[in-house]
């Protein structure tokens, strides 16, 4: 029958905050330990063997206090949006420069990188999507006259965004050909007979015979390049009346209405597709204060000369990063193998356990870069490696990336989470094993999410934080503890079982895809959150396994002594 043990936190983490908040460190230690604990199933013990252009933090910096929030307003409508496929349906404001809308809401930048490749912006993209498909209902696919509002597109783009529209959009552009065929022919009759009827009643006489207008004649005519004008037609057989008017002047308003909740939300959505991913983000700017002479200077140095991201191939782009994350792991494990713990009378801080002096070492480091941040003369430095730009990537940034953060609330919540997982992760494996995953964990993070914009998001992103590392950790916790159960702040009461470590893990993951797999703009960087944790899994259990491999090979060099010892003494 499992027996039922209370797991208290560690000695590292209660000396540790006594450490760091002095006498009031018992109160909070008492409090944390009755808030957090886990039960262990104990069985018999059985070896097993078994993670808008580049945006850097100056921009944020100057114009801090003219920074402002934007609300987010979702507006839900009880229509389904239905693109018009008719020619018949065809809108008297249709213009072909304009197009027809084709779905409900444009392509964002990753759907236009799988139809066009990245050197098309969204932007562009559904502009030559929505002059096709009008072309398409409205039959002028083929009309010569019409290139020129396509012309500054390439060829190759063009065929593929007609086979887009074909694939999603079904249409049949034979019928509605011969519909503005036969419009354009009524039109041109129309014209003609209007022109010649008046030359017509100058040279005949009354009783005359009168010919055809002349090929002449017809060619004066100039088709419109929209939707072909109708014939007025009147509801009433005694013309338009007061009531006409107010339907019309109604019409009139409600189409004025619809337009500007369009245009508004249109300038939503691209205010959310300037946010970044990262935890920096990129917020609206208006009228920022005048810079000083020095900040300028300082300003001027930092910001590149780049007017467009350098022509790179994607491969091009991350190898050298790729390189840099396979470096870095290959270091962390064979640190984490070779590490020895120093003495005592060599260690920086004697008095304090060392899970509590790594933890404070990095969140030393974390708070010490993110006040560097404003300092003027460190932007250039700073924008170049401690900053993951996807446009211009350099391996280093995957390292100093780690430790900047956007402001002070993004730099708390991380340590906090680091001192409170961390200090009894790294009692439970060690300085070496812990430092190993936190690294791994950070840089692999990073390479998965600047993998994610190079191929799928855009180049026009940036991203940093210590949440990929941090992430790392906190999945090596929940892993090494993956079958323990856990209660929070005392619940679920006892005799109820807790849930587990794989619990947590799902849960964290679960919070993760839903954004991941979204269309929707966000500044979270989800994709180094989902590396780190990768990291940080795998990482437990190779770690696991070696302190496993360990523990055999010591328990087999004991009883090897003890035998030896008992033979000596016989």
């Known amino acids: 029958m499992p027996v039922l043990l209370t797991f208290t936190p560690l000695s590292s983490f209660r000396l540790g905050l006594r450490a760091v908040v002095g006498n009031s460190g018992k109160l ?22 078994s993670s808008r252009g580049a945006t850097s933090p100056i921009t944020i910096l100057r114009d801090r206090h003219s920074r402002h929030l934007t609300p987010h307003v979702s507006v839900r409508t009880l229509s389904r949006f239905r693109a018009i496929t008719q020619y018949t349906s065809l809108p008297d404001s249709y213009e072909d420069r304009d197009g027809l809308p084709f779905r409900k809401e444009d392509l964002n930048q990753r759907e236009v990188n799988r139809i066009f490749g990245a050197h098309l912006p969204a932007e562009r993209a559904n502009e030559l999507l929505r002059i096709l498909h009008g072309r398409r209902v409205a039959g002028t696919l083929n009309d010569p006259n019409l290139q020129v509002n396509t012309a500054q597109f390439s060829a190759r783009d063009r065929q593929k965004a007609l086979q887009y529209l074909r694939e999603n959009i079904p249409v049949d552009e034979v019928i509605n050909a011969g519909l503005r065929a036969e419009d354009e022919l009524k039109f041109l009759e129309a014209q003609s007979e209007e022109q010649g009827g008046e030359n017509a009643e100058q040279q005949f006489e009354e009783t005359g015979r009168q010919d055809p207008p002349s090929d002449a004649v017809v060619d004066k005519v100039k088709v419109p390049t929209g939707r072909l004008p109708k014939a007025p037609k ?41 946010k970044n991913i990262g935890t920096l983000q990129t917020e609206q700017q208006q009228q920022p204060k005048e810079l000083s002479p020095r900040m300028q200077k300082w300003v001027a140095r930092a910001t590149s000369d780049l007017t ?63 006040r560097l941040w404003t300092v003027g003369p460190l932007w250039g430095v700073f924008n170049r490696y401690f900053i993951v730009v996807a446009a211009t990537p350099r391996p280093l940034q995957l390292i100093g990336a780690i430790f900047s953060h956007h402001n002070f609330s993004h730099v708390a919540l991380n340590m906090v989470a680091l001192w409170f997982f961390g200090t009894r992760l790294h009692d439970e494996i060690g300085r070496g094993n812990f430092l190993a995953i936190y690294f791994s964990s950070g840089t692999l993070g990073f390479m998965v999410s600047l993998a994610n914009l190079v191929l799928f998001r855009g180049l026009e992103f940036t991203t940093l934080g210590a949440s990929g590392a941090i992430y790392g950790i906190v999945a090596a916790f929940f892993w090494l503890h993956k079958y323990d159960e856990f209660k929070l702040f005392g619940y679920p009461p006892d005799p109820m079982s807790g849930p587990q470590g794989l619990a947590f893990i799902g849960l964290i993951l679960g919070l993760h895809v839903v954004p991941f797999i979204s269309k929707k703009a966000h500044n979270v960087d989800v994709a180094s959150h989902l590396g780190g944790m990768w990291a940080g899994m795998a990482g437990m259990e190779l770690v696991k396994r070696h302190m496993d491999a360990k523990a055999r090979r010591r328990a087999e060099k004991l009883k090897t002594i003890h035998a030896l010892g008992g033979s000596l003494n016989s």
């Open 28 to 49: 909070l230690t008492s409090s944390a330990t009755r808030s957090f604990s886990t039960r262990h199933i104990v069985t018999e013990l059985c070896p097993q063997y």
């Open 234 to 274: 009147s509801d009433s057989p005694y013309g338009e009346g007061a009531f006409d008017r107010i339907r019309a002047r109604n019409i009139a308003k409600r189409e004025a209405e619809e337009k500007r909740l369009e245009e508004e939300q249109k300038k939503r959505e691209e205010e959310e597709a300037l």
């Open 308 to 370: 467009e991201p350098p022509k790179m191939k994607a491969w091009e782009r991350l190898l050298p990063s790729l390189a840099m994350t396979v470096l870095v792991l290959a270091g962390c494990a064979a640190f984490a193998v070779m590490y020895a713990p120093p003495r005592r009378a060599w260690r920086l801080w004697p008095d304090i356990p060392p899970a509590a002096a790594t933890c404070l070492a990095l969140i030393g480091l974390n708070l010490m870069v993110w």
